[in-house]
Structures are given as structure tokens and as C-alpha cells.
């Protein structure tokens, strides 16, 4: 794990997108290189701050440095700076439930505590579900994040607004008149399968449907990101903030 590196292409696109940043401080290319580095080797391994290897800096400093951004949006701004020209030909949407380990509890009530940091409870314990929507192509377009026990129908809306596909696919767990109506009076095909036991059932593109693998292939690709396999962060900041860089990171392949 010690040898996770940005490929230069990478660097050097994030790094014009990091000159274009007046609310962050660069300073030495190569030491920040090494702190972007060092984030992706947390993100990618999973491992605790106080395991990060010695040559990404003082692991303190690192963590810090990695909050600050997260409070100024600076990882949220990184993944929508690589969104470029997205194939708006479908959009498709899904969710994914992600369990947290106990550390990720007790957030101080000046957080909000755990509903408010997207933590559920679950029988198999704490649990936070992600909400995804992605282009025709499966490249991440937005993220929400809910306690694991929310439904995906719940976010549907949130997640295609201000989009403009020619069709949205998703599974059955979006099979819901209300979303389905209000895509189309948007002039959005909807390409959804409808729930077993519905008494007037739609018709919908079975070809069409098979186009959904995509997202599923994206949902796998951030779970080989072990720090977004398993949440391990007590607010939903720095959660989010994780998956932000791993997308930015995805767009840049």
C-alpha cells in the first residue's frame, strides 16, 4: 500500500485545478503532491491517520490539512471541475448501503449527532446508505448520503434534479407514480421495471435496462477504496469528502 501514487497526468490536472483555488494555501508543489498522496493512500488502504507512512508528512498535519479542505469545499470542487461534458444520453441513479464501523459513532450533539451524520441502525449495527447518480457512460455525477435504512425512492428526485437526460434507468426500488410523472412532465423517459404484485403494471425498455450494469461497476470500482467500502469517519463531511477525491480521481482514468 506504501506505493499508491498519482500518475502525473493525474497530478497535473489536479493541480491546475488547485492554482484555480483562492480559498487554499499550495506552497511547495512537491509537498502537496505528497499530502494529495497521502489522502489517496488513506483512502485507498482504509487505514487509520496514525498509520500513514512518514514520507506523506506528519500524519497530523495531514489529517488538518485534509479537514480545512473539507470544510471549504475544496474536494466537492475537484470532482465537479472533472465533470466535463458528461453523456447526457440517460442518466442513471442507484444506492448502495455501506456499513460503519462503531468509531464512526458519536458525533457531538453540536453535529447533530448520528441522524444527521447519515448513520442508521440497522440489526447488523450502524449503517450509512449512498446515493448515486451517474452518466450513460457510469461516470459519478452527484452523491447523496442517508441513514442506511432510508429508501432510494426517497432520494430519487434530489438526485436527478437540474439534470436534463433524454431517459433516467434505475431498478425497481424507484417503481413510484409520483417520480415516474414527474420525470415525464419533464420530457424524461423513465426506464423502470415495475415491482412484483403491482396491480397496473408499465411498460418500460428491457435493452435499455441492461444499460444499468454501469452504475453497478461504479459502485464497485469506490468500493476497492477501502476508506468508502467501510465508514470509518464520524461525520458525513469527511465521509463525503473521501468519496468527492475518489470520484475526482475516477474521472481523471
Known amino acids: 500500500m506504501s506505493t499508491i501514487v498519482l500518475t502525473d497526468y493525474q497530478w497535473v490536472n489536479i493541480l491546475n485545478f488547485l492554482y484555480k483555488e483562492t480559498r487554499i494555501h499550495i506552497g511547495s508543489k512537491d509537498a502537496c503532491r505528497l499530502f494529495t498522496e497521502g489522502v489517496l493512500w488513506i483512502a485507498r488502504s482504509g487505514a487509520q491517520w496514525r498509520l500513514l507512512p512518514e514520507k506523506y508528512g506528519k500524519r497530523n498535519s495531514v489529517y488538518k490539512r ?18 466535463r461534458e458528461p453523456d447526457m444520453e440517460s442518466l442513471m441513479i442507484d444506492s448502495t448501503v455501506i456499513r460503519a464501523h462503531p468509531c464512526a459513532a458519536g458525533a457531538l450533539k453540536k453535529h447533530g449527532g448520528q441522524k444527521e451524520q447519515a448513520l442508521g441502525r440497522s440489526r447488523g449495527g450502524f449503517s450509512t446508505k449512498i446515493h448515486v447518480a451517474v452518466d450513460a457512460l457510469g461516470n459519478p455525477l ?23 437526460p433524454q431517459s433516467v434507468i434505475a431498478d425497481k426500488g424507484y ?24 396491480k397496473n403494471p408499465h411498460e418500460y425498455d428491457p435493452d435499455r435496462y441492461k444499460e444499468r450494469h454501469l452504475i453497478e461497476c461504479f459502485i ?22 473521501f468519496l468527492k477525491f475518489v470520484s475526482a480521481i475516477i474521472w481523471l482514468r
Open 66 to 83: 485534509f479537514v480545512r479542505w473539507s470544510v471549504r469545499s475544496v474536494w466537492e470542487d475537484m470532482h465537479q471541475f472533472f465533470i
Open 142 to 164: 452527484r452523491f447523496i448520503l442517508t441513514p442506511g435504512q432510508t429508501h432510494d425512492v426517497t432520494q430519487a428526485e434530489n438526485l436527478t434534479a437540474c439534470y436534463a
Open 175 to 198: 417503481d413510484s407514480d409520483q417520480f415516474r410523472q414527474s420525470q415525464q412532465q419533464r420530457g424524461i423517459e423513465t426506464v423502470i421495471p415495475f415491482r412484483s404484485g403491482r
Open 220 to 241: 464497485n470500482k469506490i468500493k476497492h477504496f477501502r476508506r468508502i467500502f467501510s465508514r470509518f469517519d464520524k461525520l458525513a463531511e469527511h465521509y463525503l469528502s
